[in-house]
């Protein structure tokens, strides 16, 4: 009964959150996310199967690198370095027709470009990807 009283609707947020959110330098966050997706595509974009842009307004979520050869996330984990996997639904789905998500969801690397992350930081994932490439 309780859980079909629910509406779903979103009433509003705790004060605590309004206040963590307010705290948030927004437009220093949009900068870095941007500066560290361009970095990563400076010094990726010629072994990255994907050609990739950027629209004036975008703030991206991730940098998408698609390497020529599968990369073992566990490898860049054990270098504390995690790496999200994305898309594994596809996996219990039913058919041949995912062959392209399936590869996507194994190979995609979606490299953080966190605004908590600086150069060096940026630098040591770059280095690692491609020491695994080789």
């Known amino acids: 009964k309780y859980e079909k009283s629910l509406d779903n609707s979103i009433k509003s947020m705790s ?3 309004e206040i963590l959110l307010q705290a948030v330098d927004y437009d220093g966050v949009r900068r870095k996310r941007r500066n560290n997706f361009r970095t990563y595509d400076k010094r ?24 020529k050869k599968h990369i073992d996330r ?7 370095i995690f790496i999200p ?16 998500e399936k590869h996507l969801s194994d190979w995609l690397l979606p490299l953080p470009v966190d605004h908590r992350y600086g150069e060096e930081d940026l630098g040591r994932v770059v280095q690692e990807v491609k020491s695994l490439c080789i």
């Open 74 to 80: 566990k490898k860049l984990f054990k270098k504390n």
């Open 15 to 17: 004060g605590f959150t």
């Open 85 to 100: 996997r994305y898309w594994e639904d596809v996996y219990r789905r039913k058919g041949d027709n995912f062959v392209f």
């Open 44 to 67: 990726l974009n010629s072994i990255n199967q994907l050609s990739l842009s950027m629209s004036g307004d975008a703030v991206p979520f991730c940098y998408p690198f698609l390497p």
